[in-house]
């Protein structure tokens, strides 16, 4: 490698590492703000903006999940293992939604503390098979180690 | 090894070489593609959750990684074009832009398509989404930039600096899932654990994974070899080549 | 399985088969014109390198 050569190599170097660095302060200032959503222990922590929307993450509480019999109307409780939080919302739920399920809600706070959603997404996790699969866990009690999105290994992780 | 580099690097050496692998990458290609595509739609089970839209995993994963290695591809190619002035490297690099671009308008739109009936949006602004989206905003800043500067060598070098100081959004991309609450979902494959998935799913997308990759390096070759016949249409190599085959007529 | 079946993917079909076809028609439209281009060039060259010989000789 000629001095010409090893030099331009040495500037690109450099420009790769100050941006990367630049990158990664920035990164770490909008660290909340990238975050897609709160989880229901920041909200019981009051870290949610009053008067604004926002997104609530967490796990559909087994056996919560009330609807209005005549119209959409539902409400379920949202848990990320350690606060729950209350969410009505009116709609159509997306396909995934069913109890034990990972979810995101967007909306607002209510009076009482609960979150008016406009929006409810549904969020799996990245563990797929078949369905006799599940079937066979399910028989052998031992889906929680095995494979329920978000329950088993990382709950409060992501949601 | 720099001398190496060079020779292996010469136009005419590059030309023979790239010869080869569209030949073979070729028919690798399209027996992948015939037995993935196979996997993918009959041989594969549907997902305990998802049902069969899990089938559109395996054009979406690919094609996701597609856009990152070719982005990775391009800018090493554009390090070689900086720092050795190597013209193959160039020729690569401009040929990678416009595939990279449309693998990752390809996982950008089949994800949409997959999150529709799933996750219940066609589109999110988390960090998973938001980063490939600017990967698709570099791969058409350097193909503007190319276009943009007149002589090629400059060209080549401008856009360089960029797809160098743009690789910082591949860890981005790929970190994103693990760094910020995100709507999209953890990695499935990775390199330190147990795929969690059935092994025909596997298979499938591995299948389709390798079949993509192969397309790639028979599209890219494909066309920096038409870049480099144009520019060295003048120089003796080429001559012999063409011309040669001319004289025995 | 029948053929219905297969197309309607559980009530998927639409997002699935989209999915694919973008796929193919992406990834042929991006295949096909290197190799005119190619074919082009190749005659182009060809045909001046004869012209310059025939001017030389």
Known sequence: MNPKQRNRLILITVIVVCVGIAVTLAGIALKENINLFYNPTQIAAGEVPKDASFRVGGLVVEGSVRRNPGDLKVTFELTDGAEQVTVHYEGILPDLFREGQGIIAQGRMNAEGHVNASEVLAKHDETYMPPEVQDALDKAGNIEDAAAPGTSSKPAKGY | ?249 | MSVNEFFHMGGHGFYIWVSYGLALVLMVTAFIPPIFQERKLIKQITRRLRREQREQS
């Not at chain 2, 089970?45 to 856009?67: C, K, L």
């Not at chain 2, 999150?115 to 219940?120: D, H, S, T």
């Open chain 2, 1 to 249: 090894m720099l001398a190496w580099l060079h020779r292996l690097a010469s136009p005419k050496r590059f030309h023979g070489l790239a010869g080869f692998f569209i030949t073979w990458c070729g028919w690798g290609a399209l027996v992948l593609f015939a037995s993935g595509l196979y996997y993918s739609l009959f041989n594969s089970p549907p997902d305990y959750q998802q049902g069969e839209s899990i089938r559109i995993m395996y054009i979406h994963v690919p094609a996701a990684w597609n856009s990152m290695f070719i982005y990775i591809t391009m800018a090493i190619a554009s390090l070689f074009v900086l720092v050795w002035r190597i013209k193959a490297a160039a020729a690569v690099a401009r040929a990678c832009a416009p595939l990279g671009a449309m693998f990752t308008f390809l996982a950008l739109a089949t994800g949409s398509l997959w999150g529709k009936p799933m996750w219940g949006a066609w589109w999110v602004w988390d960090a998973r989404l938001t980063s490939e989206l600017i990967l698709l905003f570099l791969y058409l800043g350097f193909m503007a930039l190319q276009s943009a500067i007149e002589d090629k060598d400059a060209a080549a070098r401008a856009a360089g600096v960029l797809a160098i100081v743009g690789i910082i959004n591949i860890p981005i991309i790929y970190y994103s899932v693990e760094w910020w609450n995100t709507l999209h979902q953890g990695a499935t494959i990775t390199l330190s654990e147990k795929p969690k998935m059935n092994t025909d799913m596997f298979i499938s997308l591995i299948l389709m994974s390798l079949a993509f990759k192969f397309y790639f390096v028979v599209a890219v070759l494909r066309k920096a070899r038409n870049e480099m016949l144009e520019r060295e249409q003048n120089s003796q190599w080429v001559k012999e080549m063409l011309g040669g085959s001319d004289e025995r007529k």
